[in-house]
């Protein structure tokens, strides 16, 4: 693996890619061209040696300076990029530029290694993957907790992941949540340690954590090579083949020197003896876990040395796809000084899957599940179409025979999942879509399963960053961008049917096919959108309904009341970047106002029975109903509603809400109980009757009587009686209308009995990172100054709505570690230590107003070191004197 590499770094002949520099070995022609040439070698390229692959990680851990150093050694781009000064390929946006952030998932493919070399195939059973060949589409994802729906979204699409680790501050709480996050999508994943050039940096602390905080087996494949002189990093010890790799100091990480077993005793002795504990104990990690590995270990007579390098990667290949994952590769290095990236790159091609190595699509076909592929070759039957009249009614249930099925899927063309939607200034919308199944072609009639719309898909573009190559096709586990498309939205299934009906699609079943859609998280934070004048209102509109096209976690909502537009998101940075978004890039003419914390409000004690009547002129109609209201605070209700009783409907409402129907005359069918009871008329039956007291309910209760906020907790109990609420001019719409004013009516009367309602706030449950020094100020300032609850403390603590067993808990004194040759503020871990972390990590619930600027506020306590994640946990009620201090800063008084 490794001479392939070196091998590739010397000065070659002008290639197809344009004229090479002897000094760099790279290319020197424009991104745009360069592109182009890459997408016509990649075109031949197989599905075999096809990744998609992702770059995963905690803010800050180098996922763009080290997919930087990707392009340029791949011969992609012929200069290194920075973060600092703005000049990446993938953080192309201002606001990722001007903040150093990735804000925007980027999706970019370039072939490494970069030159075709021996042209003879490659043989896995003599020499590794990476010396042929492979088309790799990388994305770069955002660290920042705020767009954890970008990490989702791509995460959805991957096959394989390369998760980066800061070596100084170890796994950090974000790096656990993608690392999940990549699990449920069942993504083999490798791990490279970055950030050893740092002062601080602790290799062996990192690797320890990976096992106490990632739950995996790690398994090292390179370690650090430290300078002895003064400790600084220099190279990297590559235990799979045995070498070491010299980095030039100060070099661009393309002048290396490769030293073999031998030569490695010779320069560093050492350093020789610890490459050579970190092959045996990878030989013994992999040969727990692999039973192949074991039949090479006694082949070779038990000597671990013994075994090529090449039976090795294929174990490493075989304990990477495994699923559940419970061995990861671990790789050491600096993208930043460019050392250690190369074999980082060769491990993507020899470790990770392929597209057609990865499990089986799940789809759904008329809310039935099913694997594509499957499908595809006809092993499953599918149901058959609902039967419109006539004699064919009767075999409606059945399905349809294996043959029927194949005639039906033999003119699916292909199968593809929009995943993004980017609003391009030049292009203008550009769904991003990996596909599944047969191949994409340029002008294809596009069907939206999820919407039901049939689109043409003008062009094809491959995407490198905000750069493009129109191509004509599209195959099987490629990603590309379809510019044009006007409805598609992210999550959509996109199907190309031979004969497909421009109006209604492929034929019944194909029509509903869907593969698996993507969860959008609730959002947390709020702001209002207000334009300008009456006149930018429609525009204004427009860019919203664009803004959220491209971003589905982001949520508008109008208060029916005060006619206010709310927009809503996953944080105060997510939100800060969509205003800046929606007024400068978008144009919108609009003041945005700040961010506003959704609180609810909760009845105290209940009411006395409120009787309202309806009656007015609906649409010019006279329409008159009654109803009976009582409300009370769900907390106050011992004893469950009798479920037993024929006259008693419960529903659950939002907001924890319930609803209790009670029609003392008319049992839940409709029917009346006596002889002499009135029943409900033909043209509302009780379904509609229950629909319309629904409605009602939810529309009273989605403004409090004290503040105007949603009432949370509340138990609404409506009575119906036909003999004094129902009329001939009875309609659904005044039954409706009727229960609103009387829930209203209650709400009021609760307020009056027992004062002012509880206003409720949103609670998050917190997980911050802080080092052992920093514990004792955050927990004090998390339990005094901002009234949380500590839920739990320690270095290796998990969710504690996730501790249900399920994750296997291992012991770091049995993880193989190079030691690190100097203390830093994380080193020096102690081996009789079970938790194996100096950081610590605090989990508490934690009121949402609190945590409004808590990230500056933490790092100030923390020496910059501090950082955090939430997700939303509860409502719950205030204090009075937070109650008191709330309404005070709403009012303006303080």
């Known amino acids: 693996m490794l001479a392939g590499w070196l091998c590739r770094t010397l000065p070659r002949r002008p290639s197809s890619f344009g004229a090479v520099s002897p000094r760099l070995g790279c290319v020197t022609v424009s991104i745009t061209r360069l592109a182009s040439s890459i997408a016509a070698e990649a075109t031949p390229l197989d599905v075999a040696r096809t990744r998609n692959i992702g770059i995963i990680a905690h803010i800050d851990a180098g996922k763009t300076t080290t997919t930087e150093r990707m392009l340029y050694y791949s011969g992609f781009t012929r200069r290194l990029g920075d973060v600092d000064e703005g000049s990446t390929v993938t953080d192309f946006l201002p606001a990722e530029r001007a903040r150093g952030i990735t804000i925007q998932s980027a999706a970019v493919t370039f072939s490494w290694p970069p030159s075709r070399g021996d042209a003879s195939p490659a043989d896995v059973n003599v020499r590794p993957r990476s010396i042929q060949p492979h088309n790799i589409n990388l994305i770069d994802t955002p660290g920042h907790a705020d767009f954890t729906f970008e990490v989702l979204r791509s995460l959805r699409i991957l096959d394989g992941a390369v998760c980066i680790l800061d070596g100084v501050a170890g796994v950090e709480a974000q790096t656990e949540k993608v690392w999940t996050q990549a699990a449920h999508y069942q993504i083999p994943k490798i791990l490279l340690v970055n950030k050893l050039d740092r002062d601080g940096a602790a290799f062996a602390n990192t690797v320890r954590?990976?096992?106490?905080?990632?739950?995996?087996?790690?398994?090292?494949?390179?370690?650090?090579?430290?300078?002895?002189?003064?400790?600084?990093?220099?190279?990297?010890?590559?235990?799979?083949?045995?070498?070491?790799?010299?980095?030039?100091?100060?070099?661009?990480?393309?002048?290396?020197?490769?030293?073999?077993?031998?030569?490695?005793?010779?320069?560093?002795?050492?350093?020789?003896?610890?490459?050579?504990?970190?092959?045996?104990?990878?030989?013994?990690?992999?040969?727990?876990?692999?039973?192949?590995?074991?039949?090479?270990?006694?082949?070779?007579?038990?000597?671990?040395?013994?075994?090529?390098?090449?039976?090795?990667?294929?174990?490493?290949?075989?304990?990477?796809?495994?699923?559940?994952?419970?061995?990861?590769?671990?790789?050491?290095?600096?993208?930043?000084?460019?050392?250690?990236?190369?074999?980082?790159?060769?491990?993507?091609?020899?470790?990770?899957?392929?597209?057609?190595?990865?499990?089986?699509?799940?789809?759904?076909?008329?809310?039935?599940?099913?694997?594509?592929?499957?499908?595809?070759?006809?092993?499953?039957?599918?149901?058959?179409?609902?039967?419109?009249?006539?004699?064919?009614?009767?075999?409606?249930?059945?399905?349809?025979?294996?043959?029927?099925?194949?005639?039906?899927?033999?003119?699916?063309?292909?199968?593809?999942?929009?995943?993004?939607?980017?609003?391009?200034?030049?292009?203008?919308?550009?769904?991003?879509?990996?596909?599944?199944?047969?191949?994409?072609?340029?002008?294809?009639?596009?069907?939206?399963?999820?919407?039901?719309?049939?689109?043409?898909?003008?062009?094809?573009?491959?995407?490198?960053?905000?750069?493009?190559?129109?191509?004509?096709?599209?195959?099987?586990?490629?990603?590309?961008?379809?510019?044009?498309?006007?409805?598609?939205?992210?999550?959509?299934?996109?199907?190309?049917?031979?004969?497909?009906?421009?109006?209604?699609?492929?034929?019944?079943?194909?029509?509903?096919?869907?593969?698996?859609?993507?969860?959008?998280?609730?959002?947390?934070?709020?702001?209002?959108?207000?334009?300008?004048?009456?006149?930018?209102?429609?525009?204004?509109?427009?860019?919203?309904?664009?803004?959220?096209?491209?971003?589905?976690?982001?949520?508008?909502?109008?208060?029916?009341?005060?006619?206010?537009?709310?927009?809503?998101?996953m944080g105060e940075l997510h939100l800060e970047i969509a205003r800046d978004r929606l007024i400068t890039d978008l144009k919108a003419k609009a003041r945005t106002g700040s961010i506003q914390i959704g609180y609810r409000e909760a009845i105290t004690t209940g009411s006395d029975e409120q009787s309202a009547m309806f009656d007015r002129e609906i649409a010019g109609k006279a329409s008159k109903a009654g109803c009976v209201a009582r409300v009370e605070p769900l907390t106050d209700i011992d004893a469950d509603i009798n479920e037993d009783d024929d006259h008693i409907q419960t529903i659950s409402l939002p907001e924890e809400n319930r609803l209790v129907t009670k029609t003392p005359t008319l049992y839940v069918d409709g029917s009346a109980s006596s002889p002499d009871a009135p029943s409900l008329p033909s043209t509302l039956p009780m379904q509609s009757l229950c629909q319309a007291l629904q409605t009602g309910a939810s529309a009273a209760l989605a403004r409090g009587p004290s503040h105007g906020y949603p009432i949370h907790s509340t138990q609404v109990t409506l009575t119906f009686e036909p003999q004094s609420h129902l009329f001939p001019s009875t309609t659904a719409a005044a039954i409706s209308s009727a229960a609103r004013l009387a829930v209203q009516q209650a709400l009021r009367s609760a307020k009056e009995a027992g004062g002012d309602t509880v206003i409720m706030e949103p609670v998050m449950l917190v997980t911050i990172s802080v080092d052992e020094a920093s514990l004792g100020g955050v927990v004090h300032d998390i339990t005094s100054a901002r009234g949380g609850q500590v839920i739990s403390l320690g270095s290796d603590e998990t969710d504690p709505s996730q501790s249900d067993g399920s994750r296997d808990f291992i012991d770091p004194r049995k993880i193989y570690a190079p030691p690190d040759p100097f203390a830093g503020s994380n080193a020096g871990i102690n081996m009789d230590s079970s938790l194996g972390s100096q950081m610590r990590q605090i989990v508490a619930r934690v009121p949402l107003k609190e945590m409004v600027g808590y990230l500056k506020h933490l790092r100030s306590l923390t020496q910059g070191r501090g950082t955090f994640v939430m997700s939303v946990d509860r409502f719950e009620r205030m204090s009075a004197q937070r109650m008191k201090v709330t309404l005070g800063e709403m009012s303006g008084e303080y």
Not at 335 to 350: C, E, K, M, T
Request: with cysteine; aromatic share 6%.
């Open 209 to 569: 954590e990976i096992g106490t905080r990632l739950h995996c087996w790690p398994a090292l494949c390179t370690i650090p090579w430290w300078r002895s002189s003064d400790s600084r990093l220099q190279g990297v010890g590559d235990a799979v083949n045995l070498r070491g790799i010299l980095y030039e100091e100060g070099s661009d990480g393309k002048t290396v020197e490769n030293f073999d077993y031998a030569a490695l005793e010779s320069q560093d002795s050492a350093f020789a003896a610890e490459v050579k504990q970190a092959r045996i104990a990878l030989v013994e990690l992999l040969s727990e876990h692999d039973d192949e590995m074991v039949e090479r270990f006694l082949e070779h007579d038990e000597d671990h040395l013994a075994i090529p390098a090449v039976d090795i990667t294929e174990s490493l290949r075989r304990c990477t796809l495994a699923s559940p994952q419970t061995l990861v590769p671990v790789f050491a290095g600096a993208s930043f000084r460019n050392v250690g990236v190369q074999p980082l790159l060769d491990a993507v091609v020899d470790l990770l899957p392929s597209p057609a190595e990865r499990p089986d699509s799940e789809i759904s076909i008329a809310s039935a599940t099913y694997h594509l592929n499957s499908l595809l070759k006809g092993d499953v039957s599918l149901p058959q179409p609902q039967a419109t009249g006539g004699k064919d009614k009767k075999d409606k249930s059945k399905a349809l025979a294996g043959g029927k099925t194949m005639h039906i899927i033999k003119n699916l063309e292909a199968c593809a999942l929009a995943f993004k939607v980017v609003t391009d200034p030049r292009r203008g919308a550009l769904v991003y879509v990996r596909v599944y199944s047969g191949t994409l072609t340029k002008n294809s009639s596009l069907f939206n399963t999820n919407l039901g719309v049939t689109e043409k898909a003008p062009r094809l573009l491959k995407m490198y960053a905000d750069e493009a190559v129109e191509v004509n096709s599209v195959p099987a586990g490629q990603i590309a961008a379809i510019p044009g498309l006007k409805f598609a939205r992210t999550g959509d299934t996109l199907l190309s049917y031979i004969g497909s009906n421009p109006k209604s699609g492929p034929p019944a079943p194909i029509n509903s096919l869907q593969l698996r859609p993507i969860a959008v998280p609730p959002p947390v934070f709020f702001t209002s959108v207000e334009p300008n004048s009456l006149a930018e209102e429609k525009h204004l509109g427009e860019t919203l309904e664009l803004l959220l096209r491209e971003d589905p976690s982001l949520h508008v909502h109008q208060d029916a009341e005060s006619g206010q537009t709310h927009l809503a998101g």
